[in-house]
Each structure stands twice: as structure tokens, then as C-alpha cells.
């Protein structure tokens, strides 16, 4: 079966680094992007690893290890409004599905 | 750019009726929509993939005859969800493929409604 793998929670304090893990196991693999998503809100874009290697977005950075099957999305100089759900997700290679990761509440304390 | 709307973004219905919601990419053309339910504190399950001027596919689980989706244009997909009933109740989410042309982020970005909340009394 195809799933992803992400820790459910993870708490943090202002201006401290997280990072968030995700290991997948899919039938075919197109990329790994990674998706932030408010309380009551749609899932918005973060960032988009299609080779091995880190990508840096201002204070988002991530990481893809293909070997590996694993990636991980590093939060630096957190906010209280970086607080929200992470969704990693794998895009099929067959398709265009995008299959999300179970998900990683952040909690960021003042 | 590349921004998706849905319509509407609440709606509570009686058990037994049917809801439509719509999917709108507003300044782009999407080929493709995605359907996607997510229930409180879960992850987002893909419903199903609806291509312009052709059948929807449907994930495995997913009745096509409940959740009725039409993409009629390369900016509109509707989900309609016939005979609505309280287990229906969730938060949909729409989202549309760029083809690359919008947004500037290549080819692999999904952009995602803002989401439509459905409460089936």
C-alpha cells in the first residue's frame, strides 16, 4: 500500500528550529511537496522537492533523500503563527494524485 | 495568481437533500481538479480526479453515484453531493493542477480552495 508517515505532534517555542519528518512508501514518486494548513482553513503551498537535496524558502527549508524514501521540513526562527497542521504529500508518477501524509500538528509556545 | 474559489463555503442541509459545491480556478486554466473530504484532525483523503470534458476518476471506496462531480469547463468542477446524509458531514476541499503557467512555481503545484464546511443535520 502507498502511505506517508509524519509524527502527529510536535511542540516548540518562539524563535526555535523544528523539524518536521516524513518517510513514504508509494508505487511511484514524482516529487515531495509539503503543504500548511490552518485550524478551519485550505491546505497552502510550502514547498516542492523533485531531487535529492535541500531547498531553502525563507524560513522553511526541505529536504529529500529519494534513497532514503524520507524528506523533512525545517522551520527556523519560529512564530506563534507558524502554529498549524503540516501535510507532506507525494505526487504518483503514473497520475497527477497527490497521496498526503497523516499530518504534524505544530504548536508553537510563547 | 493561480487562485481557486469554492462555493459555497458553509452549507447545512437537511438529511436526504443534495448539496452542490463548485470549484473555480480563477486565473488559470486547470485540466485537472482534485476532490478531497477531510474529517476533524485527519489527513486530506483524495475523493477523486476530475479531468475537463471526461469521466471522473474515483478513489477506491469513493460512491461516484453519491458524489457526483462535473468538469465542464477548464476553470468549473462541481461535486454534488446527492442524498446527503450526517455521515456525509466533512470539509471538502477542491484543488486545481497548474499546467505552469500561473504562479510561477512549475509544473507540480496543487492550489487548493479555500473549502466549503458541509453539515448534514
Known amino acids: 500500500g502507498q502511505s506517508l508517515e509524519q509524527p502527529s505532534e510536535v511542540t516548540a517555542v518562539e524563535g526555535a528550529i523544528v523539524q518536521i519528518n516524513c518517510t513514504y512508501q508509494?508505487?511511484?514518486?514524482?516529487?515531495l511537496s509539503w503543504y500548511q494548513q490552518h485550524d478551519g482553513g485550505a491546505p497552502t503551498f510550502l514547498s516542492y522537492n523533485a531531487l535529492d537535496g535541500l531547498e531553502e524558502t525563507g524560513r522553511f527549508s526541505s529536504f529529500l533523500s529519494r534513497s532514503d524514501s524520507y524528506g523533512y521540513l525545517l522551520l527556523q526562527e519560529l512564530q506563534m503563527k507558524d502554529s498549524a497542521s503540516y501535510f507532506c504529500a507525494v505526487r504518483d508518477s503514473g497520475t497527477y494524485k497527490y497521496i498526503f501524509g497523516t499530518g504534524t500538528r505544530l504548536k508553537v509556545l510563547a | 495568481g493561480a487562485v481557486v474559489s469554492q462555493h459555497p463555503s458553509r452549507v447545512i442541509c437537511k438529511s436526504g437533500t443534495s448539496v452542490k459545491i463548485e470549484c473555480r480556478s480563477l486565473?488559470?486554466?486547470?485540466?485537472?481538479m482534485f476532490w478531497y473530504r477531510q474529517f476533524p484532525k485527519q489527513s486530506l483523503m483524495l475523493m477523486a480526479t476530475s479531468n475537463e470534458g471526461s469521466k471522473a476518476t474515483y478513489e477506491q471506496g469513493v460512491e461516484k453515484d453519491k458524489f457526483l462531480i462535473n468538469h465542464a469547463s477548464l476553470t468549473l468542477s462541481t461535486l454534488t453531493v446527492t442524498s446527503a446524509h450526517p455521515e456525509d458531514s466533512s470539509f471538502y476541499i477542491c484543488?486545481?493542477?497548474?499546467?505552469?503557467?500561473?504562479?510561477?512555481?512549475?509544473?507540480?503545484?496543487?492550489?487548493f480552495g479555500p473549502g466549503t464546511r458541509l453539515t448534514v443535520l
Open positions: 484543488s486545481a493542477k497548474s499546467s505552469g503557467l500561473a504562479g510561477g512555481l512549475g509544473t507540480d503545484t496543487q492550489y
Open positions: 508509494t508505487s511511484g514518486f514524482y516529487g
Open positions: 486565473d488559470f486554466q486547470a485540466t485537472t
